[in-house]
């Protein structure tokens, strides 16, 4: 799992040969340049906790996570800037035993109207999986649906 190591982001790329061809090699790391003012949530914990705190390449903060008592319903969300195609999903641990077991995906074109998709589950608040079919829109939602202790997480979307 690369949330203990293993090369981290870079070594899981080099798998994706095959895949990174069905996608015509445009597929990168959706989150890692974005700024900081492109990630929202319906709470967040305190200054460690941060929205944007859910980038892999964030050194700062454990992930996000919502406020104690509003973790039923809460969300995190990234505006992507322009519509994009969204191909895998990946998850880390967030801090210790604060991990997102199980989360929704939900796509928007217009930041307003949202389309929840699949939940995926991810055994100590780590998955690394492809989304069949692809997703397509500007603003991407990640709802906690199951965690251990607080839904605390690390997301990377790859996509074109």
Known sequence: ALCKGAGGF??????????QAFSRGYT?????????SSFGASSFYDGSYRPHH??????????????????????????????????????????????CEEFSVAVSSDGVTFVETDSYTSPKGEISTMISPPLHGRYVRFLPKRWNSFPCMKIELLGF
Not at 28 to 36: G, I, M, R
């Open 10 to 19: 870079k070594a899981f790329l080099k798998p994706l040969g095959g895949f």
């Open 28 to 36: 990168e790391p959706l989150l890692a340049k974005l700024p900081d």
């Open 54 to 99: 859910i980038k892999f390449t964030h050194q700062d903060g454990h992930g996000w996570e919502p406020k104690d008592g509003e973790q039923a319903g809460s969300h995190v969300q990234v505006d992507l800037g322009q519509p994009r195609t969204v191909v895998h999903v990946e998850t880390k641990c967030g801090r210790g035993s604060e991990t």
